[in-house]
């Protein structure tokens, strides 16, 4: 594993992508989520607050089965493009980020060989705003609620069909913006599609809720 450097601003800034080898490929984690990293690091946040709207292609599918444990799982391919749009909570820097958000290989694993079961997606993005590009990953649950009771308003059942959530976490790697320079991502989504035995297909619509977390320029 070796370390990349963004930008260092002083002995305590560590911005950075890691990069690491898996059976012979360079694999790159986005994610500004190091405890040490976010203590230290002088920073300035930004607030991203976005709703989303697209389309899943139709998906890829094949059916994994699995002898010892005695299981079944769908497994799914596809693409995903969504139009990004912003909400009240945006920031000035946010508003950047208006666009177009597209994760040409998103992959999903479900229960049972069944799409409108419990599963994972997770998918690699490219973020197209305003004179500004970011590239990082999502990754979350499909087919759960996490908005029920006891604990919130009853708004779902623990099972509710065609919804995702998760966390998406990013980099900005293209810029015409000098306050964007070396800034991440990282915050939490929620999607909502028609479930179907494959999978999601066709419209969805979403939210996207997080911070920009920009280095210390000064």
Not at 23 to 50: H, N, Q, T
Not at 69 to 87: A, D, G
Not at 173 to 188: A, K, M, R, S
Request: net charge negative.
């Amino acid at each position: 594993m070796h370390i990349t450097p963004i930008r260092h601003d002083g002995p305590d800034a560590c911005l950075f992508i890691v990069q690491y080898y898996i059976r012979g490929m360079i694999m790159e984690e986005y994610c500004l989520d190091e405890p040490g990293v976010i203590l230290k690091s002088r920073m300035c946040l930004e607030a991203l607050s976005k709703n989303a709207r697209g389309r899943f292609s139709p998906p890829k599918d094949e059916i994994q089965t699995c002898k010892k444990p005695l299981c079944k799982t769908l497994k799914t391919v596809q693409t995903l493009e969504v139009e990004i749009e912003p909400w009240k909570c945006d920031s000035k820097l946010g508003d950047r980020f208006n666009g177009r958000f597209i994760v040409e290989r998103f992959v999903s694993a479900y229960e049972e060989g069944d799409g409108n079961r419990r599963g994972i997606h997770t998918g690699d993005f490219k973020w197209i705003g305003q004179g500004v590009v970011a590239e990082g990953r999502i990754s979350g649950v499909t087919n759960a609620g996490t908005h029920r009771r006891p604990v919130f308003d009853d708004c779902q059942p623990c099972d509710a069909h065609g919804y995702m959530e998760g966390r998406f976490c990013g980099v900005v790697t293209e810029t015409q913006v000098p306050e964007l320079e070396g800034c991440h991502l990282l915050g939490t989504y929620r999607f909502r599609f028609d479930p179907t035995s494959r999978g999601a297909d066709g419209g969805m619509e979403g939210t996207f809720e997080g911070e920009l977390l920009c280095p210390c320029q000064g």
